[in-house]
């Protein structure tokens, strides 16, 4: 039975911040500010890639190019500790798509392949990284081969990522069965597509913003050993993550919002800040 999202989210937006997090049951993390959520972020990746050298073997993560901001701290911290990533095996969530399934070029400004060396394998000192077939972002080529590569890399540690407007995780937009999907090119949600044609300074600019997306599957995401997924408005004035941050934190599981399906994991965390968590000023 499909949830009643209405009834839910004024129920769930009578809640302050600090009764929220209680009800979460440590698995809701608000910081004061965004700085402090993506140090947090960067602190949280990096104390696993300390797990992964001392351990001296392969350790899998899913991870997301957004949110951004984490990943030159990240990059600080890793040269400042001299920390080793040889271990550690990066598969990237997902990537843009043309409307005939293939990949935006890497050139394309919202391409992720094009944005991630910039936004830190360029930052790492070259002796500490893992080479580059350990950084693997879904193409049409490699889809089915995509579990098996995992599982060869021995799971999936921790699933980093964010969280959409419609409460997908990497591109898995709300659809039947979505709780059981692997990698796929998909079409994107109209909200998504909305929501990040007025976030990426883009003007809104709907008519050439990708309608398609490759990704990895909910399944994926959801068989890492942990997950650690975060929301946030980040732009004063667009609160746009408020009501999808309570409905990630508690709501009832259901295929309209793939994220709450983490309520059957046992091991997840979402993270936020104050302003994200704080109910929006008007409820309807």
């Known amino acids: 039975m499909k949830p009643n999202r209405s009834d839910e989210i004024r129920k769930l937006f009578k809640l302050s911040v600090d009764e929220m997090v209680n009800k979460c049951g440590g698995k809701l993390v608000v910081t004061e500010t965004l700085p402090e959520l993506y140090e947090y972020l960067a602190e949280q990746m990096v104390t696993e890639f300390r797990k992964s050298a001392d351990t001296n073997k392969p350790t899998a ?57 910039g936004l830190f394998f360029n930052l790492v000192d070259a002796e500490l990284l893992m080479p580059n077939s350990q950084r693997i972002f879904p193409t049409p080529e490699n889809l089915a081969k995509l579990p098996r590569m995992i599982a060869d890399a021995g799971g999936i540690e921790v699933c980093y990522g964010g969280v959409g407007i419609h409460g997908h995780v990497a591109f898995n937009e709300p659809e039947d069965g979505v709780k059981n999907t692997g990698p ?46 975060m929301t946030r408005n980040e732009h004063v004035g667009m609160d746009w993550a408020n009501t999808v941050l309570r409905i990630a934190a508690l709501g009832v599981p259901g295929d309209d919002y793939p994220v709450t399906h983490i309520r059957d994991h046992a091991n997840y965390i979402v993270a936020t800040d104050r302003a994200t968590a704080t109910a929006p000023r008007t409820v309807i």
């Open 61 to 117: 993560f899913i991870m997301p190019v957004g949110p951004t901001q984490p990943y030159k701290l990240m990059a600080e911290k890793i040269n400042a500790e001299r920390l080793c990533l040889k271990n550690c095996w990066f598969f990237f969530m997902d990537e843009y798509c043309t409307d005939d399934g293939k990949l935006i070029p890497a050139t394309h400004p919202l391409s992720f392949r094009g944005q991630i060396d």
């Open 184 to 229: 796929r090119i998909l079409n994107i949600n109209d909200f998504t597509r909305t929501v990040d044609a007025t976030r990426h300074g883009l003007g809104g600019n709907l008519i050439n913003f990708p309608r398609k997306a490759i990704t990895l599957g909910m399944r994926e995401c959801l068989g890492a050993r942990k997950m650690l997924l």
